[in-house]
Nanobody, 124 residues
């Protein structure tokens, strides 16, 4: 099992930046593919980004954030980060970190481990 704790959310003006971090428990962090998802008010939770297990060579992003968000991982620190630049009001949501063994996925149903979420609010 792995436990996940997100941090770094907050309020920022449009065009600004935030960096979210997800800290994972356990000694086998490197075998987990990691994902970030978000849920805006009144909407379903959606995929944002994912990074492959081990060296994290493979990343994937939803089209809406490509070129603005970057996902990265540090296996020595058991963390996965989401750098968010050029933020827009439509990025406002609760952001969740998720983990699954081995292969990446953009489907939330394939992730068994979730953090509690962190709020990101972007004002216009």
């Amino acid at each position: 099992q792995v436990q996940l704790v997100e941090s770094g959310g907050g309020m920022v003006q449009a065009g600004g930046s935030l960096r979210l971090s997800c800290a994972a428990s356990g000694r086998t962090f490197s075998i987990y593919a990691m994902g970030w998802f978000r849920q805006a008010p009144g909407k379903e939770r959606e995929f944002v980004a994912s990074i492959s297990a081990s060296g994290g060579r493979a990343t994937d992003y939803v089209d809406a954030v490509k070129g603005r968000f970057t996902i990265s991982r540090d296996n020595a620190k058991n963390t996965v980060d989401l750098q968010m630049n050029s933020l827009k009001p439509e990025d406002t949501a609760v952001y969740y970190c998720a983990a699954k063994r081995y292969s990446t996925s953009n489907s939330q149903t394939s992730y068994p481990y979730w953090g509690q979420g962190t709020q990101v609010t972007v004002s216009s």
